[in-house]
């Protein structure tokens, strides 16, 4: 079965999102500025939209992009290649589609439910003919959906932005070879504060598995996401954060260090942020990846 090679896959996807945002740029209604960015003498603030200049605006907007609980709707595709798996050294591309949906439920309380559905296009990880044919044919198709539901106060806690709830672990996968087979759920946080440009904080959650496959290994995952970035006043973010995964199963680690540039741009009318990033996995089981790039497009509604 032919299958596309992790460097050719990898240029198409590069190109074709060139291409959309060339074609974006093109676009040019008579109200609008095609492309434009935040004025560079822009300062932070968290006042309210109706009160505030349009530089302010796209301030608080590039604020509220680093924070994971902001009351802001928005949906992040974030591209993902990962590299040297296996001993075929083979490629796996990832399209994690990330909608953010807060939710008001109290004069002093937002809830804020983040969706993560991975699109995942796997290589094959081992050409040897006496390996299982599983690890011989490339995969292709939905993973397993990630969802969590933060309370989250409006109002700061002692200086920190907080949030906690559920997390939910639902067996979306079209492919056994790309998803668990199990339905879980378990507890999620999230804690940062934001000063002077810097975000900083963490975000955790810990997944159980309570039915689902019998055939297959039941889930006990922790994830850690510590994260700092800093946000220039042309709303250019430079960040680097983990997104280690404990699997309690295996008594093993997956530990990749992220490193990204992100810049909120108007295009048409329209906030949009693109990310590129490159990480280095520093651990993580045998036959996992060991580096990746990442670009991702981030679409911001808000309010107003």
């Not at 949906?75 to 075929?88: M, S």
């Not at 591309?93 to 109290?106: A, E, F, H, K, L």
């Not at 940062?192 to 997944?207: D, E, K, M």
Request: net charge neutral; with cysteine; glycine share 10%.
């Amino acid at each position: 079965m032919k299958y596309i090679h992790g460097k050719h896959l990898l240029a198409a996807a590069l190109a074709a999102g060139l291409a959309a945002s060339s074609a974006r740029a093109q676009y040019t209604p008579a109200d609008h500025n095609a492309l434009t960015l935040a004025p560079a003498d822009a300062t932070d603030t968290t006042g309210g939209a109706a009160t505030e200049s349009p530089a302010q605006q796209e301030a608080d907007l590039a604020k509220k992009l680093q924070n994971p609980v902001a009351a802001l709707v928005s949906v992040p595709l974030q591209n993902n290649w990962d590299f040297g798996i296996g001993p075929a050294d083979a490629m796996k591309y990832t399209c994690n589609i990330q909608p953010v949906i807060p939710i008001s439920i109290t004069e002093n309380y937002n809830l804020i439910i983040r969706t993560i559905l991975p699109v995942i296009y796997q290589e094959p990880t081992d050409n040897n003919p006496s390996a299982p044919q599983t690890y011989r044919e490339p995969h292709a198709g939905l993973g397993d959906t990630t969802q969590s539901f933060f309370f989250s106060p409006k109002a700061p806690v002692g200086g920190w932005i907080v949030g906690a709830g559920p997390v939910g672990y639902y067996p979306t996968a079209t492919d056994d070879a790309l998803g668990g087979g199990k339905w879980g759920a378990g507890p999620t946080i999230v804690a940062l504060q934001q000063r002077n440009g810097f975000t900083y904080g963490v975000l955790a959650n810990q997944i159980w598995s309570f039915a689902g496959q019998q055939d297959r290994q039941n889930i006990n995952s922790m994830f850690v996401q510590p994260f700092c970035s800093y946000t220039t006043k042309t709303y250019t973010t430079f960040g680097i954060n983990t997104e280690s995964t404990r699997n309690w199963q295996t008594d093993q680690w997956s530990v990749p260090i992220n490193i990204t540039a992100q810049q909120l741009l108007k295009i048409a009318g329209q906030p949009v942020a693109f990310q590129l990033g490159f990480r280095q996995y520093v651990d993580g089981p045998v036959g996992g990846p060991q580096w990746g790039l990442r670009f991702a497009v981030t679409f911001l509604f808000p309010k107003g």
